[in-house]
């Protein structure tokens, strides 16, 4: 299935290096998972740019945020190393059911596509707490928090699946998600998007040496759903 998306937004580049803001619904690059697609993102920035690109890691299709790609094979090499040792800083942002703690640690190992289980550690930190007259099941109203998340593993669906773990899953994520929740948000506001993303992206840059950070605006829907739960996203100390 071709599917249309705007010209993708670039949020670095240098010479060996460019970054872009990926959008909610479009795989970083072909995938089992996926065959009825024919549009990925390595495919669009390769034509954007008129060059070829190298993917440093991935992003669920559900995810939007920063993406990241090498510009020559010796910068890929470079960078996949930073990745294997975590020394990336990778921070995200998400909407979650439920009063998550102030902070916390989810260390909870997980069983990868292969069957293998794998060592993960998940940080948070809860930036703000809501609640909004809306009853759902045997409650009267519905509780939610916006909380940064910072992966110390790179594990499949590891964010997903460490939030759905202490009962605090993010917003519009199937099939780890809460269905009562998914299905109040798509009957009462359209919204059926997993509100997960990828805000920042902090490294020591392995040519130049200089330290980069680079960050990623949430999307419209992203916006429209921190409104919907009374949240002003300029209060957000991000």
């Not at 979650?96 to 102030?102: E, I």
């Not at 593993?153 to 993010?170: A, E, Y």
């Not at 805000?199 to 419209?220: D, M, N, Q």
């Amino acid at each position: 299935m071709q599917e249309n998306f705007d010209p993708l937004e670039i949020i670095y580049q240098d010479e060996y290096l460019v970054a872009i803001n990926k959008p909610h619904g479009l795989l970083v690059h072909r995938s089992k998972i996926a065959a009825d697609t024919y549009t990925f993102a390595l495919q669009l920035l390769r034509d954007q740019l008129g060059r070829y690109v190298y993917p440093l890691h991935r992003l669920d299709r559900k995810t939007s945020g920063v993406l990241l790609f090498a510009l020559d094979k010796e910068t890929q090499s470079k960078m996949m190393q930073l990745f294997r040792e975590q020394r990336m800083r990778k921070n995200y942002i998400a909407i979650v059911r439920g009063y998550t703690d102030k902070e916390g640690s989810i260390d909870y190992p997980l069983t990868n596509d292969k069957g293998k289980t794998q060592e993960a550690l998940t940080k948070y930190k809860t930036l703000i707490r809501s609640e909004i007259n809306i009853p759902l099941g045997k409650h009267y109203t519905s509780r939610y928090s916006v909380v940064k998340l910072f992966p110390k593993t790179g594990r499949m669906h590891q964010l997903r699946k460490h939030m759905s773990h202490i009962f605090h899953p993010i917003l519009g994520d199937r099939p780890h998600g809460c269905s009562k929740q998914n299905r109040l948000w798509k009957n009462q506001w359209s919204m059926d998007r997993m509100m997960l993303h990828a805000y920042k992206l902090a490294f020591v840059h392995p040519i130049s040496g200089h330290e980069i950070s680079i960050e990623a605006e949430t999307s419209r829907v992203f916006k429209s759903c921190l409104d919907i739960i009374n949240v002003d996203a300029y209060l957000l100390d991000m």
